[in-house]
């Protein structure tokens, strides 16, 4: 099965603290690999994709595929920042993306003030 | 430029019933997918679609329908609701996977 695992369902930081969320994922293919964020109530929204490199609001993300991780960081955290926190990735089948996605079961991030 | 929208954003059911969540996009995607979202398991693919009248089963398709007849246009039936199904659920569209999904607002769904 190609899992994605995110391993605090909680996280908890202060405002200006350093944050990262984790993500780790099966398979060793080329994944598709994107953090998305929920705001309270709201619909999922795209934070970032692997494939851009980019940075969105002041987050990054590096693909480790060695560790088959793809951690959500910020150097300097705001309390703008609580949301939920979904990693997903592209399953594939048969070395194909059909433009699904496996979610993990998300980060509770809390930013205090 | 809708994006995705799904209507109703809220409903609620009696076991038994069946009704049909509605979901458009009018971005000319070619990907569209459901899913649910349930407390501490994230969320879970019910059915998706590469394309018009080309659908396919996710992770949990039981009691799920799903029609692609048009590109805009991805609606999921619901045949006979359960207490199970409380859920929220989501439709997402993509113009190509790794670009990303879009996704809607959400529809609140309580089976009683």
């Known amino acids: 099965a190609q899992r994605v695992t995110q391993p605090e369902k909680l996280l908890s930081v202060f405002k200006g603290a350093p944050v990262e969320l984790k993500c780790n994922y099966s398979?060793?293919?080329?994944?598709?690999l994107f953090w998305y964020v929920q705001y309270s109530r709201q619909r999922l929204q795209l934070l970032l994709r692997?494939?851009s490199r980019e940075s969105i609001k002041g987050f990054t993300a590096d693909l480790n595929k060695g560790e088959t991780s793809f951690h959500l960081k910020k150097p300097f955290a705001q309390e703008e920042d609580s949301a939920m926190y979904y990693c997903?990735?592209?399953?594939?089948?048969?070395?194909?993306?059909?433009?699904?996605?496996?979610f993990g079961q998300g980060t509770i991030l809390t930013v205090h003030p | 430029n809708a994006g995705v929208t799904q209507t109703p954003k809220f409903q609620v059911l009696k076991t038994g019933q069946s009704m049909t969540l509605q979901c458009a996009q009018d971005?000319?995607?070619?990907?569209m997918s459901w899913y649910r979202q349930d407390p501490g398991m994230g969320l879970r693919l019910i059915h998706y679609?590469?394309?018009?009248?080309?659908?396919d089963q996710g992770e949990v398709p039981n009691g799920y329908n799903v029609s692609r007849s048009t590109t805009e246009d991805f609606p999921l039936r619901l045949l006979s609701a359960a207490p199970s199904q409380t859920s929220v659920y989501f439709c997402?569209?993509?113009?190509?996977?790794?670009?990303?999904?879009?996704f809607g607002s959400g529809t609140r769904l309580t089976v009683v």
């Open positions: 997402a569209s993509s113009y190509r996977p790794p670009y990303g999904y879009t």
């Open positions: 398979y060793s293919g080329s994944p598709e």
């Open positions: 997903a990735r592209g399953v594939y089948a048969g070395g194909t993306s059909y433009g699904k996605l496996t």
């Open positions: 971005m000319n995607h070619e990907y």
């Open positions: 679609s590469v394309g018009a009248g080309i659908t």
């Open positions: 692997h494939i």
